[in-house]
Nanobody, 125 residues
C-alpha cells in the first residue's frame, strides 16, 4: 500500500506564497507520474500541475507563471510552489500519483492511482 500525505496548506493573503509538499510512503512500491489537483467548494476537481518521473511538467492555464511543480525522487516527494496567490486559488489541494505497489494477496505488483487526503489553501484578505 502507498500513502500520500500533503502538507503546507494554510491561510494567506493575496499575493503571498505557499509551498505544498506531498510525501509518498509505504513498502515495495514505485511512483511514476505525480501531480496536484484542487477542488473548490461547489466545483469539480481540476488539474493544477503534473510532473513526470523525468521531470517534465504541465500546468493549468490559470496557474502558469505563478505555480511551480517539482519532485525529489529520492524522497518520493513532490512540491508545489505557489506564488502570487489569488482568492480564486482557494481550494483543497490534493496530491496524486501513479505507480505500483505490491499486493500480498495476489503476490504481484498492481498499478494504482493514489490520492492524498488533501490540504486546505485559503487565500483571503
Amino acid at each position: 500500500q502507498v500513502q500520500l500525505v500533503e502538507s503546507g496548506g494554510g491561510l494567506v493573503q493575496p499575493g503571498e506564497s505557499l509551498r505544498l509538499s506531498c510525501a509518498a510512503s509505504g513498502s515495495r512500491f514505485s511512483i511514476n507520474n505525480m501531480g496536484w489537483y484542487r477542488q473548490a467548494p461547489g466545483k469539480q476537481r481540476e488539474l493544477v500541475a503534473t510532473i513526470t518521473s523525468g521531470g517534465q511538467t504541465n500546468y493549468a492555464d490559470s496557474v502558469k507563471g505563478r505555480f511551480t511543480i517539482s519532485r525529489d525522487n529520492a524522497k518520493n516527494t513532490e512540491y508545489l510552489q505557489m506564488n502570487s496567490l489569488k482568492p480564486e486559488d482557494t481550494a483543497v489541494y490534493y496530491c496524486n500519483a501513479d505507480g505500483w505497489h505490491y499486493s500480498p494477496s495476489s503476490g504481484t505488483y498492481v498499478k494504482t492511482n493514489y490520492w492524498g487526503q488533501g490540504t486546505q489553501v485559503t487565500v483571503s484578505s
